[in-house]
């Protein structure tokens, strides 16, 4: 009687431990994160305005880095942009969007220009592109949690969003860009857990 009712323990334990992983099988949590920096510079030089724009974006463990520059005037025009992705430390944000940074890094960039004579001209180049911000302003905290349903299948995600106003300084192959007009700094993070009914 004893061995039967050890056995029937046994036999208990051993259905409960797999009903438990089961269960662990049917649920499942992902994990995303991103920051973001950008900022623009607005110069007159002459009849002529030069934009320049600088975006820093870094998802979870790579980052990606866009620059555009952008010259036009009477019958005149000249656009430059270019873009590249690394796993390489190379940009670092503050929890609190206190300051950013980008370190020096290579980006190579199309270019094309026209002017008025009909003269056209187009061709690549590598560049050094360097930033950092500083915060300025309020912190923007925004949070939310909501339930997702498809079929047997339910979803809950959490996100938490911050935002935050900034000044930023940069430079094109060492040459400084000066103040910015615009710079902005934001950060999501997001948890969803999925589970069957």
């Avoid at 662990?24 to 002529?48: D, F, I, P």
């Avoid at 187009?122 to 302003?137: F, H």
């Avoid at 939310?144 to 935002?163: A, P, R």
């Amino acid at each position: 009687m004893r061995n039967s009712s050890k056995i029937l323990i046994a036999f208990a334990l051993l259905l409960s431990l797999s009903l438990n992983a089961a269960a662990l099988e049917q649920k499942s949590m992902s994990r995303y994160s991103s920051e973001c920096a950008e900022a623009s510079w607005s110069e007159v030089v002459g009849n002529r305005t030069i934009n320049t724009q600088i975006s820093v974006t870094e998802e979870n463990d790579q980052t990606g880095v866009y620059f555009s520059t952008s010259t036009w005037g009477p019958n005149y025009y000249f656009y430059k942009s270019g873009s590249t992705y690394t796993r390489d430390d190379v940009f670092k944000m503050s929890k609190n969007l206190d300051s950013a940074s980008l370190s020096e890094i290579e980006v190579e960039a199309y270019y094309y220009s026209y002017d008025e004579m009909g003269g056209y001209a187009s061709g690549t180049e590598t560049l050094r592109i360097k930033a950092d911000w500083t915060g300025v302003g309020e912190l923007n905290e925004r949070s939310s949690k909501y339930s997702v349903e498809d079929g047997d299948y339910t979803s809950k995600v959490s996100e938490s969003y911050l935002s935050r106003g900034a000044k930023a300084t940069g430079s094109i192959n060492g040459i400084n860009l000066g103040d910015s007009s615009y710079a902005w700094l934001s950060s999501l993070t997001s948890t969803s857990t999925s589970m069957k009914k």
